[in-house]
């Protein structure tokens, strides 16, 4: 009896660990297309700061301050085309079903497709930031200042973000509303920020995206308590530890949730 109840737990792991497997490269798989398209954009996106810098003659604070501008909207924009559907496809067709019906916990699953959406997203990360400070280099002779603490902070925003997506996603009932809510909140974040400190004098602390504007902020010497807009307007920047603690709030939430919600919701 005991060496009948110990391979039946060894099979039972094998077949764990080889769901949560196929979990991972399914995920991949999906989000393949999605990443070689945005590692191809950031470079355009890239590009196109660079033609911008020289029509303007930007100095290489102000090319760094805003290439950190354009990671922080690209990681927003390319989290909610990757996380859409990370949980909404086991609900919205009938092959959900064999994905659920496997031999491990859903919150398994669900972190193994997390875990791969990040590792592989991380992709065109690199090569917007890899871009980034070659264009910088080409132009003005040096590296952006803080390049790799900017970095660190984009990878630790790109997985707060994802892991909202993937709370929104168990919520949701299709694919349309965690993207169409990722977006939005990853292109008019600037213009909620104005608001809130120009007509309520409050700054967005409880934000995401005002947590992730770090990853522009800490690229300025010496670090910015805020930045002034066109029109005179002054916009606060969180504080380093601010921003810091903001997206591991963000992240360990969002990802509870996400579990707590995709573990109970039943099929359709």
Do not use: H
Not at 50 to 76: E, K, P, Q
Not at 159 to 188: E, H, K, Q
Request: charged fraction near 5%; charge should be positive; include cysteine.
């Amino acid at each position: 009896m005991r060496g009948n109840s110990t391979l039946m737990g060894k099979v039972t792991g094998t077949s764990s660990y080889n769901a949560i497997k196929a979990a991972f490269l399914n995920q991949f798989m999906l989000n393949k297309p999605v990443i070689t398209s945005f590692s191809v954009l950031v470079v355009v996106v890239t590009l196109l700061l660079v033609w911008l810098s020289t029509s303007v003659s930007f100095t290489s604070a102000v090319y760094a301050t805003s290439f950190g501008l354009l990671a922080w909207a690209m990681i927003g924009i390319v989290s909610a085309n990757v996380c859409a559907d990370i949980a909404t496809r086991d609900f919205e067709k009938p092959s959900g079903l064999i994905v659920l019906s496997q031999p491990v916990e859903r919150w398994r699953i669900l972190i193994a497709r997390l875990s791969a959406a990040v590792l592989f997203t991380m992709v065109p990360l690199t090569v917007l930031y890899a871009s980034g400070v070659i264009a910088g280099f080409a132009l003005y002779g040096s590296l952006m200042p803080n390049v790799f603490a900017s970095y660190g902070f984009s990878v630790l925003y790109m997985a707060s973000f994802m892991a909202l997506i993937a709370m929104i996603s168990t919520l949701a009932d299709s694919r349309a509303v965690p993207l169409s809510a990722g977006i939005t909140l990853a292109v008019v974040a600037i213009f909620v920020f104005v608001a809130l400190e120009y007509f309520f004098g409050v700054q967005p602390w409880f934000f995401l995206p005002y947590g992730g504007m770090v990853i522009s902020s800490i690229m300025s010497v010496p670090y910015p308590s805020s930045f002034t807009l066109t029109n005179g307007f002054t916009l606060s920047t969180p504080a380093i530890w601010e921003a810091a603690a903001i997206m591991i709030g963000y992240l360990a939430i969002s990802l509870t949730a996400a579990v707590f919600f995709y573990s109970r919701k039943d099929v359709l």
